[in-house]
């Protein structure tokens, strides 16, 4: 916090003190009200080598090493400052050109005051390199990420009953697991339980179709690959917005059946993935009731609103768990016997 309010408050300080400065030279910019080349006795139009040797005769004549006395040492320290400073702001021909513009314009206080404290606080570092290297590392960690969540989904399946009896059944049958049960005294007919959890975990990332944020990653996943196809998703998606207006608003044609599972989707404010990892059952069910018309989904809701209060209100474990909040849930003050 005290870096940034050191970083900070000096630049903003003389931001609003700037319109009180009189001439062509500002108070805490560059080198303050002496003019630079007048500090390193040289002109606007000398050259590069000609400030260079002129810095190097000041710097041996004023280096605070060559004074003995501690007074002249100290006169000598602080301009040696002053003449390291100015250097440093006419070597550089990008923070000269800048200081050459403030001699020029001495009227634009705020943009002076922007161009040095940026070129003095700003990383030196290219922002497109940042931006570069900061979406390669969100795209690095999107994959790696994604690939642990996929594997733990797996991993989880193989262990569930239900997953893992159909997967050894999907392995008999294609011969990837032998019937232990008709050869039971085939010691080769018998696996490991390492090897026989590794064929079901194969029979499940082949067979099984894992939907929503444990799926299997793709390509098309990372900030990267968004980012290079952004065009063409916004292309696609006004092409698909006026196509629904012209389709539906002007020339009113009646909806095809995905364009009503959009419909359906977007009133039970659903994703894509989540309604995909719906039961055909139920969207079979959604089509039957027409959904799609929202008077219909409205009265579909509200009954699905009573089947669940009913249903909460018939569970047992429901009603210990309101029996928990009415004992010892919140509002409730107790002493301790303790």
């Not at 400073?85 to 314009?105: F, G």
Request: net charge positive; charged share 30%.
């Amino acid at each position: 916090m005290l870096m940034w309010f050191r970083t900070i408050y000096p630049p903003l300080l003389c931001l609003f003190l700037a319109p009180l400065s009189d001439g062509q030279l500002l108070e805490g910019l560059y080198c303050g009200r002496t003019n630079c080349y007048d500090v390193l006795n040289v002109t606007r139009s000398s050259t590069k080598g000609e400030i260079s040797k002129s810095y190097r005769q000041l710097a041996r004549r004023f280096h605070p090493d060559l004074h003995r006395s501690p007074e002249a040492k100290e006169q000598a320290a602080e301009q040696f400052k002053i003449i390291a400073n100015a250097y440093e702001i006419l070597k550089d021909d990008e923070s000269r050109s800048d200081y050459d513009y403030m001699l020029d314009n001495p009227d634009e206080y705020y943009a002076h005051y922007y161009r040095y404290y940026r070129r003095k606080v700003a990383p030196k570092v290219d922002v497109r390199i940042v931006i570069v290297v900061t979406i390669s590392i969100i795209s690095a960690v999107q994959y790696f990420s994604g690939w642990q969540r996929y594997n733990t989904a797996i991993r989880y399946f193989a262990t569930v009953p239900k997953y893992r009896n159909r997967a050894l059944e999907i392995a008999k049958e294609e011969g990837l697991l032998s019937d232990t049960k008709s050869r039971p005294r085939d010691k080769h007919a018998k696996l490991s339980k390492d090897e026989i959890d590794g064929i079901v975990r194969k029979v499940i990332i082949e067979k099984m179709d894992i939907k929503g944020a444990y799926a299997k990653p793709t390509v098309f996943d990372l900030l990267w690959v968004q980012l290079v196809v952004l065009p063409y998703t916004l292309a696609k998606f006004v092409y698909w917005y006026l196509s629904w207006f012209v389709r539906h608003s002007v020339l009113d044609r009646p909806y095809d059946d995905d364009e009503k599972l959009y419909l359906i989707r977007k009133y039970m404010k659903m994703s894509q993935v989540q309604f995909e990892a719906q039961e055909p059952e139920k969207k079979d069910e959604f089509m039957r009731r027409k959904l799609w018309i929202r008077e219909n989904f409205e009265e579909w809701f509200k009954e699905e609103e009573e089947n669940t209060k009913k249903q909460l209100a018939e569970s047992n474990r429901y009603k210990q768990y309101r029996r928990f909040l009415k004992n010892h849930g919140v509002g409730r003050m107790t002493f301790d016997d303790s």
